[in-house]
């Protein structure tokens, strides 16, 4: 199974995971302009301009490379939190342009012993930082691997946090044009035996 297989197949899990109903006017003037992420970021943004924006915004020192090599760039928020966090991104690109982009969240001064710095105890003010970035309509399932989901769908852009253990919060950012597309051509070329693993 290739790599776009497999990135649809988890966000179509995650999407059924979530029993989400709200229809999507695919014609919708606003879906077409809710693109926008972070850091000047946005769904559809071209690899190259991806890469240029980083280059810049690490000449201004808002970002540097994560400790994942050069799949991981991290930006230190010094002032949004009661203490440093340290977020961390890199896009998914399908066809040269940001399909989507997951982010985790996390104290710098996380430990197993700083039980005030732990995930869940991040995961409520990422979401009050999220609601006023992003408008304060998300909603919460319950998720049977991931537990709490908060989710906002505002056009194409699918927003989906919640915790991924206990040092990191997850937020993933998903451009659901590009995700029904994907979605589209797998029905058409998934094997005739294929069945969805639970």
């Known amino acids: 199974m290739n790599n776009k297989n497999m990135i649809l197949l988890f966000f179509l899990a995650l999407v059924l995971g979530q029993g989400c109903n709200s229809p999507i006017n695919w014609e919708d003037e606003n879906y077409n302009s809710s693109d926008s992420l972070f850091l000047g970021i946005y769904l559809g943004m071209g690899q190259n301009d991806f890469f ?74 990422v979401l009050d930082k999220y609601k006023i970035w992003y408008g304060d309509d998300f909603k919460l399932i319950n998720h049977p691997d991931q537990g709490k989901v908060y989710y906002k769908i505002d056009g194409k852009r699918r927003i ?33 035996n294929y069945v969805p693993s639970n």
Not at 56 to 80: A, D, F, P, W, Y
Not at 84 to 103: D, G, K, L
Not at 164 to 191: I, N
């Open 160 to 192: 989906n946090l919640f915790i991924r253990d206990e040092q990191f919060v997850q937020a993933v950012f998903t451009d659901l044009k590009v995700e029904k597309r994907l979605r589209e051509e797998f029905e058409k070329t998934k094997p005739s």
């Open 52 to 125: 240029d924006l980083c280059t810049e915004l690490n000449k201004q020192e808002l970002i540097t490379q994560g400790s994942g090599g050069n799949t991981n760039v991290e930006h230190r928020m010094t002032v949004e939190f009661d203490s440093e966090v340290s977020m961390r991104f890199f896009p998914t690109f399908i066809e040269n342009e940001v399909f989507e982009v997951p982010v985790t969240y996390s104290y710098i001064a996380w430990a197993p012993w700083n039980k005030q710095y732990w995930a869940d105890s991040l995961l409520e003010k």
